[in-house]
């Protein structure tokens, strides 16, 4: 079983920077996924990044592209979204996820574990 645990939210302005981070305990394997999802109060949960365990490829939401980056972290066993030019829309809870399988596999109804997520709010 793996399990997810993310850190790193909080309040930043319009234009500022934040690097989120996920750290993964569990059996992983290099053909696996990673992914970041958010979800604002009301609404269904949307794909933000998502990333191949070995690093070999990314993939994006259009409304994530150019301005937030996906990575594996410094430590290990943990994933980075680093997250630039915010905006007021980009408030929302952020969630780590796990796929067991590529990247081209990867769906939100078909994740296999979740974390518990951490909020963050973009002021105007």
């Known amino acids: 079983q793996v399990r997810l645990v993310e850190s790193g939210g909080g309040l930043v302005q319009a234009g500022g920077s934040l690097t989120l981070s996920c750290a993964a305990s569990g059996r992983i394997f290099s053909r696996d996924s990673m992914a970041w999802f958010r979800q604002v109060s009301g609404q269904d949960r949307e794909f933000v990044a998502a990333i191949s365990w070995s690093g070999g490829g990314t993939r994006y939401a259009d409304s994530a592209k150019g301005r937030f980056t996906i990575s594996r972290g410094d430590a290990e066993n943990t994933v980075d979204l680093r997250m630039s030019s915010l905006k007021p829309e980009d408030t929302a809870t952020y969630y780590c996820?796990?796929?067991?399988?590529?990247?081209?596999?990867?769906?939100?109804?078909?994740?296999?574990?979740w974390g518990k997520g951490t909020l963050v709010t973009v002021s105007s």
């Open positions: 996820a796990y796929r067991a399988g590529p990247l081209s596999t990867l769906h939100r109804n078909g994740m296999n574990s």
